[in-house]
């Protein structure tokens, strides 16, 4: 994805809030490069890139609120594909340019990059990623219309793929300050799978503000979406949280057992760096790292979350000698060990922000370490003086992980000793295929001894391989990885792969390309399926990562007419087949085992015929959140997400 420099550098004020005025921002060039390759400047032309248009606006309006000057935003997805964006700033200035003579809301919307110099003092913060100026969505819509209001006077102007179609003119009054701004995306730029513009995912967009609202403590995000005629079908969700990212880790942890009752939060700055943190144990072995820089998300983390990582270990390994948890004798807590469980939230605001990696999703500011570690390591050493209780809860948790890691490094030692998983035979259970070569061959996970059976029939055993498995498998989340070598089913898998696993894992002795996992379309299925994804994010992402993990996509029904037979693999698509045809006999598939090895072949595993579902990080994520609430030691949610999930979980989109 394309990153830009951020757009928001502010202007030397000598530390003072500016006051503005048109000639403040900076002309470059128009909008023409922009639609010729909408990619650099948005990511893409699909659905990410269509998004990105909201975060764009969305993304002006908080820096106004950051700056102090708003506290409400609202997102609404209107019909036609239009979405509207409002705040409650002191909206964009409407008064003559002195380069352009233009007025500066007009320089603002048509010339790339006249966003730079707005805001000040201050950290102009979204800026960074999406920070290329609304301009780009201007030229990226089909139509766009501006509402500015501003001392009572209401201006407006239109614009068609970036060119103003109007002048900017008053249209009314108003009683607030604030900037509307609805806009179309332009159906010749963004192209969907099939050919048609996608569609806004109102799951992803109220993620989205979720986050930013958890983000910027106190500014309350409205997301309406209100694309049906049908108001019963409108949605529509407020977020406001006093308590900023301590809300979050406390959303975070929903579900979770918490390992102590007050969450560390902190908010300090240090050389001109906002420093922001909030963190809270929970009994578990994952840990939760959020980084942020400038409101944007680091998947890539980067030095603000090193620093962090730094003062933790050093912090709780003093505590735990200066309170004999740990004898001298002892060894150190490891970064791993005091990690174990935490969820936090690291975020940072700082003026120019460098953003590195191959995906510049990682923040590179060294003197955001600085900041961190220092601001950090005082508050959580006096955290921990001041709440001995949680400090206790904690270090029982920390030393508790570090016993374990030893405990589970000799048994995984003995385990894993050099070619321990390379010198067993093949599992009898693998039907194994004739290829040698990885790149062809394809290894079916198939649930249940009788689906197994049929698959074994179906395949073409020049490259499928066919791997029964029963039943659950195991709890991964609860389980070492001592423990789960020794499940006789994932030790089958793990030798069946020929890549052994975790610290030993080698991706060149894989023995399949596809691994292809094929479960039934109801509950038990969807289970297992969440099972096997969990077990592959978290112990072998690589595949996940190559693409190698596919899900099978096996005929919900089987639909026969005459002697034309056809398969639907959903609901709408059987409706479709059997609406004009009466006298069709409908048969539905409520396991793979109903199906004989003819069927199964032309239906999920001819490499012609069959359909997949490539598993993404994204799809493995997802599961993994998933397990954690299936699995997790708390009763409430899992029962809550069954219920709420039953009907659905056949369809479960993982
Ligand atoms: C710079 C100066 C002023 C307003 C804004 C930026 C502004 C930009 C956006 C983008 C979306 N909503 C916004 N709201 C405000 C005005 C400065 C002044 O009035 O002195």
């Avoid at 909008?31 to 400047?41: F, I, N, S």
């Avoid at 048509?110 to 969505?137: E, I, M, W």
């Avoid at 918490?258 to 578990?284: G, M, R």
Wanted: charged share 30%; net charge neutral.
């Amino acid at each position: 994805m394309a990153k830009k420099a951020p757009k928001n550098k502010p202007a030397n004020t000598g530390g003072k809030e500016a006051s503005y005025t048109a000639q403040d921002i900076m002309v470059l060039e128009g909008l023409d490069p922009v639609r010729k390759r909408p990619g650099m400047y948005i990511g893409s032309t699909g659905v990410d890139g269509l998004h990105h248009l909201i975060w764009e606006v969305v993304d002006n309006s908080i820096d106004e609120a950051m700056a102090g000057h708003a506290d409400h935003i609202s997102v609404t997805l209107l019909p036609q594909g239009r979405v509207r964006v409002v705040d409650n700033g002191r909206g964009i200035p409407v008064e003559t340019h002195k380069q352009t003579k233009k007025s500066a809301l007009e320089t603002v919307m048509t010339v790339l990059h006249a966003g730079g110099k707005f805001g000040g003092g201050g950290y102009k913060v979204s800026g960074g990623l999406h920070g290329v100026g609304v301009s780009v969505v201007n030229a990226l819509s089909s139509w766009l219309r501006v509402e500015v209001c501003r001392e009572g006077e209401q201006w407006a102007q239109e614009y068609q793929r970036g060119k103003p179609k109007t002048k900017v003119q008053k249209v009314g009054k108003c009683k607030n300050n604030g900037t509307a701004t609805t806009f179309e995306p332009d159906a010749e730029i963004f192209t969907g799978q099939n050919g048609k513009i996608p569609e806004f995912d109102w799951k992803r967009i109220s993620e989205r503000l979720r986050q930013q609202a958890y983000l910027t403590k106190g500014i309350r995000l409205i997301f309406n979406d209100e694309r049906e005629k049908d108001e019963l079908a409108h949605r529509s969700y407020s977020f406001y949280f006093e308590g900023g990212i301590s809300s979050y880790v406390r959303y975070l942890n929903e579900g979770l057992e918490p390992k102590h009752e007050n969450i560390f939060y902190t908010q300090k700055e240090n050389e001109s760096i906002s420093v922001e943190i909030a963190l809270q144990y929970v009994d578990d072995l994952q840990a939760r790292e959020n980084s942020f820089a400038n409101n944007i998300y680091n998947p890539g983390g980067g030095m603000h979350l090193t620093g962090f990582r730094t003062a933790l270990t050093r912090s709780l390994n003093n505590y735990a000698r200066k309170n004999n948890y740990l004898k001298e004798s002892e060894e150190n807590l490891t970064g791993e060990d005091v990690r174990e469980g935490l969820t936090s939230i690291i975020s940072v605001k700082l003026r120019d922000p460098q953003f590195e990696g191959q995906t510049k999703d990682k923040l590179g500011n060294p003197e955001a370490r600085t900041a961190v570690e220092s601001v950090f390591g005082s508050e959580f050493d006096a955290y921990l003086e001041e709440h001995p209780q949680d400090a206790r809860n904690i270090l029982d948790k920390v030393i508790l992980a570090l016993k374990a890691r030893k405990a589970a490094k000799a048994a995984k030692d003995t385990i894993l000793r050099k070619g321990a998983l390379d010198g067993l035979a093949l599992p009898g259970k693998l039907s194994d295929c004739q290829s040698k070569n990885a790149a062809e061959s394809e290894l079916y996970i198939v649930e249940g001894d009788s689906a197994g059976g049929s698959a074994k029939q179906a395949r073409d055993r020049r490259f499928q391989a066919i791997l029964p498995l029963r039943g659950k498998i195991l709890n991964v989340e609860r389980a070492r990885l001592d423990k789960l070598l020794g499940s006789e089913q994932v030790k089958t898998l793990v030798i069946a792969l020929g890549a052994a696993i975790a610290e030993s894992f080698d991706i060149s002795k894989l023995r399949y390309h596809r691994i292809i996992i094929m479960t039934d379309a109801d509950v038990d299925g969807a289970h297992i399926r969440t099972l096997l994804l969990t077990l592959f994010y978290r112990y072998y992402l690589p595949l996940v990562q190559n693409g190698y993990i596919y899900i099978a996509q096996p005929p919900l029904y089987r639909v026969q007419k005459g002697k034309e037979i056809k398969y639907a693999y959903s609901e709408e698509e059987k409706n479709k087949m059997t609406k004009d045809s009466e006298g069709s006999n409908v048969q539905r598939y409520k396991g793979l085992g109903e199906m004989n090895a003819e069927q199964l072949w032309e239906t999920t595993m001819d490499p012609a015929r069959r359909v997949f579902k490539q598993v993404t990080i994204d799809d493995a994520k997802e599961a993994d959140k998933i397990f954690d609430i299936l699995m997790g030691s708390e009763v409430g949610p899992r029962k809550l997400f069954i219920q709420t999930h039953a009907k659905t979980v056949k369809n479960l989109d993982i």
